[in-house]
């Protein structure tokens, strides 16, 4: 049975927590045997969105950073941070509606972050669709 979108970005978010310990550890990795270690078929969806967040880590963050106050990226939990970076490359990379973005990435942090993540998350990427 196909996985909802909603589904597939708390695969992603597993997904880039993941590449974040292995290189935090130093230990080589295959970004694509990654996914297929937390999904089971080929997903375009997921690929663009993992590839993306990889791709454009350092942009991200800038622009994270740029609309926080008092704090950075790196401040955050590890899935705080994740589920920031993969909503803020959704609204300035694809054509998700950007009410979903949001809606999906608070979704995600009411699950694996703490109240003051999630309204950090929220505040953020609510001055970046209101910037776009």
């Known amino acids: 049975m196909a996985l909802t979108r909603s589904e597939l970005r708390k695969k992603i978010m597993i997904i880039l927590y993941q ?6 550890n130093n230990v080589s990795y295959d970004i694509e045997e990654v996914m297929k270690d937390n999904i089971e078929t080929e997903n375009e969806f997921v690929k663009t969105i993992v590839y ?6 350092e942009q991200i963050d800038e622009i994270a950073n ?10 955050l939990d590890k899935t705080g941070a994740m589920i920031l970076r993969m909503g803020i490359f959704e609204l300035m990379y694809t054509d998700t509606p950007q ?3 949001i809606n999906e990435a608070i979704e995600l942090a009411k699950q694996y972050s703490d109240d003051k993540v999630k309204n ?4 953020v990427l609510d001055k970046i669709k209101k910037s776009l």
């Open 66 to 75: 740029k609309y926080m106050v008092d704090w950075d990226i790196n401040r």
């Open 52 to 57: 993306g967040v990889e791709t454009y880590k």
């Open 19 to 24: 590449i974040d310990i292995l290189k935090g």
């Open 99 to 101: 009410i979903v973005v």
């Open 120 to 123: 950090i998350i929220n505040a």
